[in-house]
């Protein structure tokens, strides 16, 4: 059973599948063991040192593992290839999961129009990263570092909007409601940091974006993974 007119054009099922919700935690667990395996593969080098051996955690974004040509000058294709399925696997495990409160929150009047900004402020986010992956730094660096600053500019809106349509749907809880507020804050926080942050031309300033990158990375997907979680058992016992 669909309803357009509730919102406003946009179909959805009265009873919205919790699939994507389970799903998202395995695919985001599939997404870290290749960027695992890809860490493996990269052979060595970063920014400032092409001599160093290996993936530095400390000195190597994550987006050196989609490098075709490390910085030590070898071949990284599987690298690149792992790198490029990690990030798609990661834009599936999130973008779906988000569409499902999305759909959710279209339902309700109130929290319509924010729901379908969310909608769409999410799926520039999520084009923006599958760029990222498809444009290597050491040969597409410009298109890299673009399509990088519109995900991440873009990025704290996504939670924001969904704070806004959580707040007015009366069936969500404070701590969904707080979770979205959280996810708001952290990515805001590393937005100030990507444009006021330390240069990375310095070893200590290419050490604290780079960790920092780490850091943002983690702490949103365990935001993220916990929302799903409590939608899940929400869906489930309403059932």
């Known amino acids: 059973?669909?309803?357009?007119?509730?919102?406003?054009?946009?179909?959805?099922?009265?009873?919205?599948?919790?699939?994507?919700?389970?799903?998202?935690?395995?695919?985001?667990?599939?997404?870290?063991?290749?960027?695992?395996?890809?860490?493996?593969q990269y052979t060595g080098g970063t920014a400032l040192d092409a001599r160093t051996i290996g993936y530095a955690p400390?000195?190597?974004?994550?987006?050196?593992?989609?490098?075709?040509?490390?910085?030590?000058?070898?071949?990284?294709?599987?690298?690149?290839?792992?790198?490029?399925?990690?990030?798609?696997?990661?834009?599936?495990?999130?973008?779906?999961?988000?569409?499902?409160?999305?759909?959710?929150?279209?339902?309700?009047?109130?929290?319509?129009?924010?729901?379908?900004?969310?909608?769409?402020?999410?799926?520039?986010?999520?084009?923006?990263?599958?760029?990222?992956?498809?444009?290597?730094?050491?040969?597409?660096?410009?298109?890299?570092?673009?399509?990088?600053?519109?995900?991440f500019r873009v990025a704290p809106l996504v939670p924001l909007l969904l704070t806004v349509a959580a707040f007015r749907d009366r069936r969500s809880s404070r701590q969904e409601v707080m979770g979205w507020s959280a996810l708001t804050i952290i990515i805001a926080a590393y937005l100030l940091l990507l444009t006021f942050g330390p240069a990375t031309t310095t070893d200590d300033g290419l050490r604290t974006m780079v960790l920092a990158q780490k850091l943002v990375t983690i702490v949103a997907s365990a935001v993220l993974l916990f929302q799903c979680s409590r939608a899940t058992n929400t869906a489930t016992h309403a059932t």
């Open 1 to 40: 059973m669909t309803s357009m007119s509730i919102t406003g054009g946009w179909p959805i099922r009265a009873n919205t599948p919790i699939r994507a919700l389970v799903l998202a935690p395995w695919l985001a667990l599939f997404a870290a063991v290749l960027t695992l395996l890809a860490m493996r």
């Open 58 to 151: 400390d000195q190597n974004f994550l987006s050196d593992l989609g490098m075709t040509v490390a910085y030590d000058g070898r071949a990284n294709t599987l690298g690149a290839a792992l790198f490029l399925a990690s990030i798609c696997a990661m834009v599936v495990a999130f973008g779906t999961a988000l569409w499902h409160f999305v759909k959710r929150y279209l339902a309700i009047p109130a929290s319509r129009r924010a729901a379908q900004a969310a909608g769409v402020t999410a799926t520039i986010v999520s084009v923006s990263f599958v760029g990222v992956a498809l444009t290597p730094e050491n040969r597409m660096m410009a298109w890299h570092v673009g399509f990088t600053l519109m995900a």
